[in-house]
């Protein structure tokens, strides 16, 4: 299996299907791999999904072949960087479990605030008919799931309410133009407040 590939693995604490990125084993190809990746994910959200490969090799301090080596195609370079920043919006809600229910809540979609912020220029690039793409939504909705659950069990978010409207909500203000991030934070407590049982 190549850097490219993604599996689908079961994980012993949840029922969800995990996309994973299988990261090469030895430990020079992996740094290699993850400064590729890194740079990807900065010059996508700067310049979008068309953002130039050779630009994003010299940023992650290799030349073009390495990043050839590693991701044969643009194609599968912007889906490894789609399925990375889903892979961290899904450890987000494991480590967000630990909190309690609302605070939980809160701290999920603040992380997935930032993934669906680098979500646009990344899906412009995303081969629509990817199974992947349809593997990593899944994996959004059983993470966050759970969280909401719980808070609803504690009385703490309103039982009305679906992970389905609570992404849809978040992802929406995404995508609005904010005068600053001030602004931005005050309108996200807001709309999180809104989630709050009366």
């Known amino acids: 299996m190549t850097g490219t590939e993604v599996a689908d693995t079961h994980?012993?604490?949840t029922a969800t299907a995990r996309p994973l990125i299988a990261r090469p084993q030895r430990a020079d190809a992996r740094r290699n791999f993850d400064a590729l990746l890194a740079a990807a994910r900065d010059a996508f959200a700067q310049d979008?999904?068309?953002?130039?490969?050779?630009?994003?090799?010299?940023?992650?301090?290799?030349?073009?072949?390495?990043?050839?080596?590693?991701?044969?195609?643009?194609?599968?370079?912007?889906?490894a960087v789609y399925v990375?920043?889903?892979?961290?919006?899904?450890?987000?809600?494991?480590?967000?479990?630990?909190?309690?229910?609302w605070e939980a809540v809160?701290?999920?979609?603040?992380r997935f605030l930032l993934y669906v912020g680098t979500k646009k220029a990344l899906l412009e690039g995303l081969n629509k008919d990817s199974p992947v793409l349809l593997s990593c939504r899944t994996s959004l909705y059983d993470a966050g799931e759970p969280l909401v659950r719980r808070a609803q069990e504690a009385g703490e978010l309103r039982t009305d309410a679906?992970?389905?409207?609570?992404?849809?909500?978040?992802?929406?203000?995404?995508?609005v133009a904010f005068d600053d991030d001030e602004q931005r934070d005050r309108v996200v407590a807001m709309a999180i407040d809104g989630l709050r049982a009366r």
């Open 84 to 101: 990375e920043e889903v892979e961290a919006v899904v450890r987000a809600a494991d480590d967000a479990a630990a909190l309690e229910p």
């Open 11 to 13: 994980v012993a604490d």
């Open 48 to 79: 979008g999904a068309g953002a130039s490969l050779e630009d994003i090799a010299r940023r992650a301090g290799v030349g073009i072949g390495t990043l050839y080596r590693n991701f044969p195609t643009r194609d599968a370079l912007v889906e």
């Open 106 to 110: 809160q701290a999920w979609l603040r």
């Open 162 to 175: 679906t992970i389905g409207d609570v992404i849809r909500m978040v992802s929406g203000i995404a995508g």
